[in-house]
């Protein structure tokens, strides 16, 4: 595992909210992993996305989970230009986060400057019976640890780390992520 070494957490948000600004209209998700997800999670009552950039996860989980509550975070200020984004570090809990959601998703996964604390974070999240889902690229051009994507780390080490942030990794699944690029990404499907 790499991690990108930032000056500080000013540097880091610094960052972040330059990468989301330059990639506002990139989509990462696609369509395809949300009918995935939905085989090991057929029902959800409320999905919480973390560093939804332009909220596309959003409106994908809205077709597939109609009636569903969907909120997302982006640390960005863009946040506030789409609806049911909060403005927020994903690192951090919200107190009525909190065994709240059936769903947790994230593909920002590698923008984490603690990737340990952002999962530990996550599952603290979940419902007694929800289902985080971690995508994460694993294309070599596209896990490399630099300033707008400090995490680096390969599939070994975050089976470890799920298994140290005392989650339970309950299956994986290969997807094709950023259509435009048809970029490989793994999809780790994770408990409490």
């Known amino acids: 595992m790499k991690l990108f070494k930032f000056e500080n957490y000013e540097h880091y948000k610094k960052e972040q909210v330059k990468a989301n600004v330059r990639k506002l209209e990139w989509t990462w998700i696609q369509e395809d992993t949300i009918n995935k997800i939905k085989t090991y999670k ?11 950039r332009n909220a596309k996860e959003l409106e994908f989980f809205s077709t597939r ?7 997302g975070t982006e640390i960005s200020h863009t946040a506030k230009q789409f609806q049911n984004v909060v403005e927020w570090d994903f690192h951090e809990i919200k107190d009525e986060w909190k065994n709240n959601f059936d769903i947790v998703y994230s593909n920002s996964w590698d923008h984490s400057y603690d990737p340990n604390k952002s999962l530990r974070v996550w599952g603290q999240q979940l419902s007694s ?5 971690v ?15 400090p995490l680096e780390i390969e599939h070994n080490e975050i089976v470890q780390m799920i298994n140290n942030a005392g989650l339970k990794l309950v299956n994986d699944f290969m997807t094709k992520a950023q259509k435009d690029n048809g970029a490989n990404a793994r999809v780790y499907v994770i408990g409490n």
């Open 42 to 52: 057929p029902d959800a009552n409320k999905i919480l996305c973390h560093g939804v």
């Open 65 to 71: 989970y109609i009636g569903s509550e969907i909120i």
């Open 135 to 149: 995508e994460h690229g694993c294309d070599p051009k596209d896990n490399k640890s630099r300033a707008s994507d």
């Open 129 to 133: 019976n929800g289902l985080m889902f």
